[in-house]
C-alpha cells in the first residue's frame, strides 16, 4: 500500500470507496432519522475543526473504524434499516 510523505498509509480509490460505503452504512444504521436528515447530521458530525479533528469526535474514530474494515475485506454488506427510506 502506497504510503504518504508522512510515512501513514494511502488507500487505493477501491479501499477509500469501501471505506466510505462503510462509514455511511454504519452511520444509517445508528441514526433514527428521515435519509435527508441522517445526512445533514452526518455532514455536520464530519466537519473538520482541526487536523484529524471533526465537530463530533466519535466521528473520527468511526472513519478510521471504517478505514480499517475496508482494509481488512472487500466485502461490502448492505445495512438493514429500520426507518421506511
Same mark, same amino acid.
Given at each position: 500500500?502506497?504510503?504518504?510523505?508522512?510515512?501513514?498509509?494511502?488507500?487505493?480509490?477501491?479501499?477509500?470507496?469501501? =471505506?466510505? %460505503? *462503510?462509514?455511511?452504512?454504519?452511520?444509517?444504521?445508528?441514526?433514527? +432519522? !428521515?435519509?435527508?436528515?441522517? &445526512?445533514?447530521?452526518?455532514?455536520?458530525?464530519?466537519?473538520?475543526?482541526?487536523?484529524?479533528?471533526?465537530?463530533?469526535? =466519535?466521528? %473520527? *474514530?468511526?472513519?478510521?473504524?471504517?478505514?480499517?474494515?475496508?482494509? +481488512? !475485506?472487500?466485502?461490502?454488506? &448492505?445495512?438493514?434499516?429500520?426507518?421506511?427510506?
Amino acid at each position: 500500500m502506497p504510503t504518504a510523505g508522512d510515512e501513514e498509509p494511502r488507500l487505493t480509490l477501491d479501499e477509500a470507496y469501501r =471505506a466510505a %460505503w *462503510h462509514f455511511i452504512a454504519r452511520y444509517a444504521m445508528r441514526e433514527p +432519522a !428521515s435519509a435527508a436528515e441522517r &445526512f445533514r447530521f452526518m455532514l455536520g458530525s464530519m466537519k473538520l475543526d482541526g487536523h484529524r479533528q471533526t465537530s463530533d469526535p =466519535a466521528t %473520527w *474514530h468511526g472513519w478510521i473504524g471504517s478505514v480499517d474494515t475496508a482494509l +481488512a !475485506s472487500t466485502d461490502l454488506p &448492505f445495512p438493514h434499516l429500520h426507518d421506511k427510506d
